[in-house]
């Protein structure tokens, strides 16, 4: 696969180029394109006639990283997203979709850059704004867990926790990092949060936001927040599998809409 350098990290990637319209694929905090697609949100999957860039964030799947939580904040990754689009891409607005952590880093990279973009899909967005607060305890408190109890405590734990219903049947699956850099992202998802309101107000391309229910760490209230911001936006939601299987049909729909 090819790589692609960055102060203190190296990205892989990969680009399945059928022509057409230009798409990047994010995905969620401690996952990797490979793990996304195991979790039933690889939307990039049979998305044909496109050239299709998937790659694994700094510290997550087949990339390198360092012990330093500022480098997962969403607006750092942000910047490693419009570098390797740069590298990719020159010069081309894209499409932009992930789920989670890849939401947030894509509200940061259109926040510094609007031009980037010719549309966004942006999939179960994390806790923001004033829930984030909670959930950042949450963080700190698993990278604790890692750092204090092992890999096979904090595993245990997760699998654990209840599951949004429209997840029920997909396989339990286990972080895709290095489990020495597993504290380390936790605490920088501590220290990060989606831009202000007002500038995600700004977003100007068409833009669909995708939920599913019963998720704390993923709640409906975020995904409303921003599609509420998001003038002409679309908000939709998913209660079962069947839901969430729709979705990639949606996402090759809203790329043609936006080419």
Known sequence: MPRFALPGAELDWELSDEGGAPVVQLHGLTSSRYRDRLLGVDLGLGLSGT?????????????????????????????????????????EAVHGVG????????????????GRFRGLTLVVPATAWETRAARAAEYRASADVVEQQGFETFAALGALAPRPP??????????????????????????????????VARVAVPTTVMAWVDDPAHPVSSAEAIAGL??????????????????????????????
């Open 166 to 199: 429209a997840t029920v049947g997909t396989p339990i699956t286990q972080p895709d990092v290095p489990e020495e850099l597993l504290p380390t992202l936790f605490r920088g998802a501590a220290l990060t949060d989606l831009p202000p309101r007002e500038v």
């Open 99 to 114: 789920p989670s952590m890849g939401c947030g880093t894509l509200l940061h990279a259109i926040a510094l850059d609007p």
């Open 230 to 259: 998001v003038q002409g936006s679309r908000l939709v939601l998913a209660r079962t599998p069947q839901d969430v299987a729709q979705w990639p049909a949606m996402l090759h729909e809203q790329v043609l809409e936006t080419r």
């Open 51 to 91: 050239r299709l860039l998937r790659y694994d964030a700094r510290g997550h799947g087949r990339s390198t990283g360092r012990a330093v939580p500022e480098d997962y904040r969403w607006d750092p990754l942000a910047h490693d997203l419009l570098a390797l689009l740069d590298h990719v891409f020159p010069g």
